[in-house]
């Protein structure tokens, strides 16, 4: 067999003849050529033709495989079996050892048929726990006649017809059709598997149903790469958002709310901030963070709080605004001309006599007293106020039972009366107290 590969004349020399003692081996082998070989992207195996000198042989790997793991198959991709040499001699006949027939490969596993019509697997799939068909156990005089393979699955066909896939199953490869046309052959590539007849015309296909975006030059999911990157994103805009929204809400009620130096002195840093131009400080960001002796985690991390404390200027200001034009609503300016000035706690407010019975030709009940809050904002900045509304009905004569209502008010507050029918009988306000 020749076999022309890209790697140098020299490595495939070794590969294809063995010239020189293997000291592993216990014979001294001739010159000896390759009786099959399967390629992957990742390494190349080969079987070597049985030497004319007799005595054992294993496969011989070119690339970074997980030697070890092939030289000791077994019958399914969970189990580690005996080393090669004793796995021949134990299916051989007629005192004569087995020899490996065939070799295929896929990604990270190898399969070993027998001269016994036997096939052992060794390696593993990446994605085993997550999504795995077991190979089938044949019936008794049941073999595979025809072994394809995949990235991460097989595909055989029985001398009785059966088809049947198995190995890593993340994109149903190995999910075989039940009403399955009996086939002459079958075939498989990367994520599919296919069935043809004896005139190789396509009966049926399973397995992955293409990208939605495509792929690249090297093959790879265009979607796929597209949602894992927005993903991460989507993490470092959400987490920089939430960190300039804090800052900027701070920033901006505190410079609303004081007013005078605290506004001025809050307002110029946050020009400061404004004024740092982003695209120059991001390129010098990243060429100091491709030094730094981080874990990408780390400089992740750091990413979204930079991102963060640069842009939370724009939102400060609008807060900002917005509070200072609280500051100057109508019920603000109404408080104010009301005599509002101080703080106002109905709890510890000293109520006297509020209805003076000789100044009314009838008695005048008081059925309800009202305290309410508002806001009182001027340019020393801004605090809590309330007032009272209290409610009078004019009755005819005051009832022998109706409690006496004292009230001593220490804070300026507005009053209303009203009688019977609701209607406002007298609008006041007390500035000043004696």
């Known amino acids: 067999m020749v076999v022309r590969h890209s790697v140098s004349a020299k490595r495939i020399n070794n590969f294809m003849n063995l010239d020189e003692v293997d000291e592993t081996l216990d014979f001294v082998p001739e010159q000896t050529l390759l009786k099959d070989i399967a390629f ?87 994605n085993q726990e997550r999504s795995y068909v077991a190979p089938p156990k044949l019936a008794e005089g049941e073999y595979f006649v025809e072994l394809t393979t995949g990235i991460h699955h097989y595909t055989g066909l029985t001398n009785l017809g059966n088809v049947y896939a198995f190995g890593e199953n993340l994109l149903d490869q190995c999910d ?35 990208y939605l975006f495509g792929t690249d030059k090297n093959g790879a999911d265009i979607f796929q ?83 963060g404390v640069l842009s ?22 109404a408080a104010k001309a009301m005599g509002v000035t101080d703080v106002f706690d109905f709890h510890k407010a000293d109520f006297s006599p509020l209805v003076d019975f000789d100044r009314f030709d009838k008695a005048v009940a008081v059925t309800q007293v009202q305290h309410a809050a508002c806001v009182k904002v001027d340019e020393k900045g801004c605090e809590a106020a309330a007032f009272t509304a209290v409610r009078a009905d004019a009755q005819s004569a005051a009832p022998e039972d109706l409690p006496v209502v004292e009230m001593n008010l220490n804070r300026p507050f507005a009053f209303m009366i009203t009688g019977v029918d609701g209607l406002p009988l007298f609008l006041g306000t007390v500035n000043t107290l004696k």
């Open 176 to 210: 075989t059709p039940k009403n399955l046309s009996k086939a002459a052959h079958v075939f498989a590539c990367g994520f599919q598997t296919y069935t043809t007849d004896e005139n190789n015309q396509l009966l049926q296909k399973w397995g992955h149903k293409g």
């Open 225 to 307: 790469r597209i949602v894992n990157g927005s993903k991460m994103t989507m993490t470092i805009g959400g987490v920089a958002v939430l960190i300039s929204t804090f800052i900027g809400i701070i920033v901006g009620c505190v410079a609303g709310y004081f007013g005078g130096k605290v506004d001025i002195a809050l307002m110029r840093v946050t020009e400061v901030f404004a004024a740092i131009p982003f695209l120059p400080f991001a390129m010098i960001l990243s060429s100091i963070m491709s030094h730094m002796p981080w874990s990408e985690n780390a400089k992740i991390f750091l990413l979204m709080c930079i991102l």
């Open 40 to 126: 992957t992207m990742n390494y190349i195996i080969g079987v070597r033709m049985p030497p004319a000198g007799g005595g054992l042989y294993e496969p011989l790997v070119l690339g970074p495989a997980v030697l070890e793991s092939f030289e000791q198959p077994s019958a399914d991709f969970t189990s580690v079996g005996a080393k090669i040499k004793s796995t021949l001699r134990e299916h051989g006949q007629n005192g004569k050892d087995a020899t490996i027939e065939r070799v295929f490969a896929t990604a990270t596993t190898v399969a070993y048929q027998l001269s016994d019509n036997t096939v052992l697997f060794g390696g593993a799939f990446q």
């Open 312 to 333: 939370w200027t724009g939102l400060a200001r609008l807060v900002r605004g917005q509070v200072l034009v609280a500051r100057e609503n109508e019920y603000v300016t």
